[in-house]
């Protein structure tokens, strides 16, 4: 079962480039590695996936170590409109477990 | 492309009272699940289902909970009778494949329910 740990909140200001990083020691072969947004009043919002290494969209990063026992999701130059809270999900849906949202981090940014 | 789509987005009603949520997936997406955020518990999985089928629903709280999916473009979750501790937003998220799997969950915008 693919627990993840995640800092509680953070706090940034605009331009800042900032990081994000997920504990999941316990992350099996076949998992994925998950990354929402969450704004207050709406539904998550599907960020980027990734696998191993490093994948980059439009929106962030998300880099993977070799062991895959944790992740860092990076936003690049941050604006008041990125405070929101993020999550980090691991592995997927079957019989014997549950993705799991778990408590996120509140991102903060300032002007 | 039209999202998720769940209605009502607020409902208020009486504890006692049926409450019955609604939404339409997007089209051509195999799973829907029902969420239920509070500040307490954060974002609950309560069941999802995999082709209309429930596949797991045993984050539903009790016996009156209830959820359906006659068809591939609609699903349900009752409630009855409501208590107050059910005041909630609950989501609704279809995914074109099981979301761990590559591919996301797509969530709407999310019904907020208070019951009084």
């Known amino acids: 079962l693919a627990k993840t740990t995640q800092p509680i909140s953070m706090d940034s200001y605009e331009g800042q480039e900032v990081n994000i990083t997920c504990s999941h020691n316990?992350?099996?072969?076949?998992?994925?590695i998950t990354w929402y947004q969450q704004f207050p009043s709406q539904g998550p919002r599907f960020i980027i996936q990734?696998?191993?290494t490093k994948v980059t969209n439009e929106v962030a990063s998300l880099f993977i170590p070799a062991d895959r026992k944790s992740s860092t999701l990076s936003l690049p130059r941050v604006s008041l409109s990125d405070t929101a809270v993020y999550y980090c999900l691991v592995g997927k849906m079957d019989s014997s477990y549950k993705l799991i949202f778990g408590s996120g981090t509140r991102l903060l940014v300032r002007p | 492309d039209a999202g998720v789509i769940q209605s009502p987005r607020h409902e208020v009603t009486e504890m006692g009272q049926e409450v019955t949520l609604r939404c339409k997936p997007i089209?051509?997406?195999?799973?829907l699940f029902w969420y239920r955020q509070t500040m307490m518990r954060g974002l609950e999985l309560l069941i999802y289902f995999n082709n209309n089928v429930p596949i797991d629903d045993s984050g539903m709280p009790e016996d009156r909970f209830s959820a359906k999916m006659p068809n591939a473009s609609f699903s349900t979750l009752k409630i009855q009778p409501s208590e107050p501790r059910d005041s909630a937003v609950y989501f609704c998220a279809s995914s074109l494949y099981n979301p761990g799997d590559s591919g996301p969950q797509h969530f709407g915008d999310g019904t907020r329910l208070s019951i009084l």
């Open positions: 316990n992350i099996a072969t076949n998992d994925y």
């Open positions: 089209s051509g997406h195999d799973y």
């Open positions: 990734g696998y191993k």
